[in-house]
């Protein structure tokens, strides 16, 4: 089954981490750029990061840029999104996207004292 499932979303206090996965199946991740996307309540989905098939292109929304790192493991089918010093209005739900692919469940991230 061709699909994409997002993890590792949770609660975190400002200034925390935390590490998104995206999980591929059914298909060669390898041949794709992955995009990571937010929406946040009443808000629209937003592009936050995007990497390139082999990993060698990354580009950053800017409110992101030196907090967010995005990468991937080809070998396991994994693109992941690091997040450090988290803000409140970094709070979404998170969603991994390759174009031609369904958008998957999406992981929820909140950021809160």
């Known amino acids: 089954q061709v699909q994409v499932v997002e993890s590792g979303g949770g609660l975190v206090q400002p200034g925390g981490s935390l590490r998104l996965s995206c999980a591929a199946s059914?298909?060669?991740?390898?041949?794709?750029?992955v995009r990571w996307y937010r929406q946040a309540p009443g808000k629209e989905r937003e592009l936050v990061a995007s990497?390139?098939?082999?990993?060698?292109?990354?580009n950053y929304e800017t409110s992101v840029k030196g907090r967010f790192t995005i990468s991937r493991d080809n070998g396991k089918n994994m693109v992941y999104l690091q997040m450090n010093s988290l803000k409140p209005e970094d709070t979404a739900v998170y969603y991994c996207?390759?174009?031609?692919?369904?958008w998957g469940q999406g992981t929820q991230v909140t950021v809160s004292s």
């Open positions: 990497i390139s098939p082999v990993g060698d292109n990354t």
């Open positions: 059914g298909f060669t991740l390898s041949n794709y750029a």
């Open positions: 996207k390759i174009w031609w692919v369904n």
